[in-house]
């Protein structure tokens, strides 16, 4: 079964707006990763953030992990059409002596120029 | 951009045929896994590989089987295609030990259709 969702399943924004994702976990966990996913390609990794960190942030993104709500969000600032994409986020949950990405079902985000 | 090839890329099969799907790659990397993604599913991990022939099961295993005889390859084969296999598999990679994970790098996936 699935190891948490993302929330919204997608949201639909005007450029330069912010878009905000969120994704839930129900076990423990190791680190956590965001990627992305244009339409048609594979998934391209944007961030990784430990389960000892809280915040980190690269160029227009910001990842937030609260390990005692089980959640992480990230931010996208100042919104571009170009970032039209499905993002999903990975949990890495510990299977068989080794750490899993596990992935939910993703946000579709749609950037209206 | 990793060196990752998945192979084919397009596929079209029937019902009860034998089908194999290839990932190359030539980062090295120990780890090795096959992914399938369906609309309202999003990723879901089919077996994954951490060495030469080194292999586990992920969430949805069942009617498919891997094989890894070499770093580079990681073979996964669907013994009797069923409707329900239709899907965009991906294959990934990572550079990583058992206690913590790296990003993941993709292959651009294979489309395959099972009538």
């Known amino acids: 079964s699935q190891q948490g969702e993302e929330d919204p399943q997608a949201l639909s924004i005007q450029e330069g707006e912010n878009a905000t994702m969120n994704c839930s976990y129900k076990?423990?966990?190791?680190?956590l990763q965001w990627y992305r996913q244009n339409s048609g390609r594979g998934l391209v990794h944007l961030i990784l953030i430990r389960s000892n960190e809280r915040e980190k942030h690269s160029g227009r993104l910001r990842v937030t992990l609260d390990t005692s709500k089980k959640s992480s969000s990230l931010l996208i600032t100042a919104s571009r059409a170009a970032d039209t994409a499905s993002y999903f986020c990975?949990?890495?949950?510990?299977?068989?002596?080794?750490?899993?990405?596990?992935f939910g079902r993703g946000t579709s985000l749609i950037v209206h120029p | 951009d990793a060196g990752i090839t998945q192979s084919p890329r397009h596929k079209v099969t029937e019902t009860g045929t034998p089908v194999t799907l290839r990932c190359h790659q030539t980062?090295?990397?120990?780890?090795m896994y096959w992914y399938r993604q369906d609309p309202g599913h999003g990723l879901r991990l089919i077996h994954y590989?951490?060495?030469?022939?080194?292999?586990d099961k992920g969430e949805v295993s069942d009617g498919y089987s891997v094989s890894r005889s070499k770093t580079e390859d990681f073979l996964l084969t669907l013994e009797s295609a069923t409707s329900s296999q239709t899907s965009v598999y991906f294959c990934a990679i990572s550079e990583s030990n058992r206690a913590t994970n790296e990003k993941l790098f993709f292959g651009s996936g294979t489309q395959l259709s099972v009538l």
């Open positions: 076990t423990s966990i190791n680190n």
């Open positions: 980062e090295n990397h120990r780890y």
């Open positions: 590989s951490y060495g030469v022939k080194d292999t």
């Open positions: 990975a949990k890495e949950i510990w299977q068989g002596g080794s750490y899993i990405p596990t």
